[in-house]
C-alpha cells in the first residue's frame, strides 16, 4: 500500500511563488457556484470546467455491464437508450466524466461534484489515479506546466506527501498542489529540499544555501533538535536546523586500584605512571578500556592508587579518600585491591563490603566490578571479594585464566615517562600482568559492561 504522510505546508520565502493551478482572484460571487437549482452538470454550460468550489451534489456512477447498455466510445448509451450526461462512467478500464452533451471531458482539471476536491482528466478522458501528470491547462484554462498528484480517488493531492510507485522515493505536492521543487518551507515551520526530479532529499545530511549541514529526516524536513546516529549526538538549529555542535555521549570511568591499575614513578623500579607493569601507557587495562569504549562515547577517566586500603589496619578510614571522585555523573567503576593485603583479615569480607557500598552510595549509577588479584592469588581475599560483590550487586571478575607465568612481565623492557626504554630487574614488579595479561582484564571489563550500551 502505497505510504502516505500528511503535513501542513507553505511556500518557501527563499523561492518564488510556484505557479498554481488554481485561478487568481476567484471568489465564490465572481464564477458560478452549483447549487440545488443549478446541478445539471459537474460544468456550466459549453462544457466549461467549473472553476470554483461548491456546496457540493452527488451525479450518476455508472458501469458499463454490456446488458444492454452501450460504450461507443463516446457516448455511453443505458439499457433503455437513454444517453448518460453529467455522470462518471467506467468502461471497466478508465473512468470518465460524461459532459452535459454526453462527450467525455478531456485534458482538464475541474472540481469533482462534491465540490471539494479536484479531478484530472487525460487527453483521452480517463480520470487519473495514483499518479502523477504533467497538466497543462489549469482550472480556468490557462497554459501552465504543472506536475500534480491525483490519488485513489482521482483527488489531486494539496499540501501532502506522497512516494512513488516504488516507494522510495518522497515527493512533496505544495498547497497549490503542484510538485515542489527546490528549497523551501512547511507550514508548520518546518524546512526540506529536492532533488532536481522532485523527490524530497531525506535520511541523510546535507548542505544547504548558505553551505550549512543540515539532516534531512525520513519525511523530508530538517531536523530542528537534537539527533543520534548511536554513537554521535548532533544539536540541530531550532529555527532552520542547521548543525550547531556534533558530539558523542559522555562516559564516565573512575578505577580504583593498587599498581596493576596506576603507579606513580619509582626511580630505578618503575618508569610511567600507569599500570604496572604495561609495555606503555596505551596498553595497561584502564586505558585499553577507555580507547575501546571512545569508539562509543566521549570518556572521561580517573585512576587512583590505592594501596593505602589493601595496607590500613582500619580500611574503612580511607574511604573518605575517594570522595573527590564519586559522583553520580560515573557509569562505571572498577576495584582492583587485594594484591597487597597481607594482614587483617577477620574484617576482609566487611570491609569489602564497606568498600563497595561505599562507592555505591556516592555512585548511584555506576556499575561496579570488582577484579581478582593477579600477582599473588589468595583464597581467603578472592572469597572476601567474592562475597561483597554477590551481597551489593557488583561484578566479579575471576582472573584465573591468566594467573601464571604466561601473563606475568617478567624482565621485560618498558617505556618509561622519560621517553626512554627500561628494563625490568625488580621481581615484585616482574610479577605483574604484560601486555597480553592487561589486555585480557580489558576484555573482561568490556564484556560485562551494561551501563549506556
Known amino acids: 500500500m502505497r505510504k502516505k504522510l500528511f503535513a501542513t505546508l507553505l511556500a518557501f520565502a527563499l523561492i518564488a511563488s510556484p505557479t498554481t493551478i488554481f485561478a487568481e482572484n476567484v471568489s465564490a460571487t465572481d464564477t458560478e457556484t452549483v447549487t440545488e437549482e443549478n446541478t445539471e452538470s459537474i460544468v456550466p454550460e459549453e462544457n466549461e470546467a467549473e472553476t470554483t468550489e461548491s456546496a457540493g451534489r452527488t451525479v450518476p ?99 501532502k506527501l506522497t512516494y512513488d510507485r516504488s516507494g522510495t522515493k518522497l515527493y512533496y505536492l505544495n498547497p497549490y498542489g503542484v510538485l515542489q521543487k527546490g528549497w523551501f518551507q512547511f507550514s508548520d515551520g518546518n524546512y526540506g529540499a529536492t532533488y532536481d526530479d522532485g523527490s524530497l532529499v531525506k535520511d541523510q545530511f546535507y548542505i544547504d544555501l548558505f553551505g550549512r549541514t543540515v539532516y534531512c529526516k525520513g519525511d523530508g524536513k530538517f531536523a530542528r533538535e537534537t539527533i ?14 542547521h548543525l550547531i555542535r556534533q558530539y558523542k555521549k559522555a562516559f564516565n570511568y573512575f578505577a580504583i586500584g593498587n599498581s596493576l591499575t596506576t603507579h606513580p614513578v619509582i626511580d630505578g623500579i618503575w618508569w610511567g605512571n600507569w599500570g604496572m ?20 562515547y566521549e570518556v ?15 580500611r574503612n578510614s580511607q574511604l573518605s579518600i575517594l570522595d573527590p571522585y564519586l559522583t553520580a555523573d560515573l557509569d562505571l567503576v572498577t576495584i582492583q585491591l587485594g594484591d597487597n593485603i597481607t594482614g587483617n ?18 555512585a548511584p549509577n555506576a556499575q561496579i566490578m570488582v577484579i581478582d588479584e593477579f600477582c599473588w592469588p589468595n583464597g581467603t581475599i578472592q572469597q572476601a571479594q567474592q562475597t561483597a560483590s554477590s551481597a551489593y550487586g557488583a561484578d566479579y571478575i575471576s582472573l584465573a585464566a591468566i594467573q601464571n607465568i604466561n601473563y606475568k612481565v ?30 585480557y582484564i580489558a576484555d573482561q571489563i568490556l564484556q560485562r559492561i551494561t551501563v549506556k550500551k
Open 61 to 159: 456512477h455508472y458501469t458499463l455491464s454490456n446488458d444492454g447498455d452501450q460504450w461507443t466510445g463516446t457516448y455511453y448509451y443505458l439499457p433503455d437508450g437513454t444517453m448518460a450526461t453529467d455522470a462518471f462512467f467506467c468502461d471497466g478500464t478508465y473512468t470518465y466524466y460524461l459532459q452535459k452533451d454526453g462527450t467525455p471531458m478531456k485534458d482538464r482539471l475541474t472540481y469533482h461534484p462534491n465540490g471539494q476536491n479536484i479531478i484530472y482528466l487525460d487527453n483521452n478522458g480517463h480520470e487519473v489515479f495514483d499518479n502523477f501528470v504533467n497538466v497543462k491547462r489549469s482550472i480556468t484554462g490557462e497554459e501552465i506546466n504543472d506536475i500534480c498528484y491525483f490519488d485513489t480517488f482521482g483527488y489531486m493531492y494539496v499540501d
Open 228 to 241: 543520534t546516529d548511536g554513537i554521535w549526538y548532533y544539536e540541530m538549529d531550532p529555527t532552520d536546523g
Open 277 to 296: 607493569a604495561a609495555s606503555t601507557r596505551e596498553n595497561d587495562f584502564v586505558h585499553k578500556v577507555c580507547s575501546s569504549l571512545e569508539q562509543n
Open 300 to 314: 572521561h577517566s580517573n585512576a587512583i592508587y590505592y594501596t593505602s586500603w589493601e595496607t590500613a589496619a582500619d
Open 345 to 362: 583479615f577477620g574484617t576482609l569480607t566487611s570491609d569489602y563490603q564497606n568498600l563497595i557500598g561505599y562507592v555505591r552510595s556516592k
Open 410 to 439: 617478567g624482565a621485560a623492557t618498558v617505556a618509561g615517562d622519560d621517553g626512554q626504554m627500561h628494563t625490568i630487574y625488580n621481581g615484585a614488579v616482574g610479577c605483574h600482568p604484560n601486555d597480553a595479561g592487561m589486555q
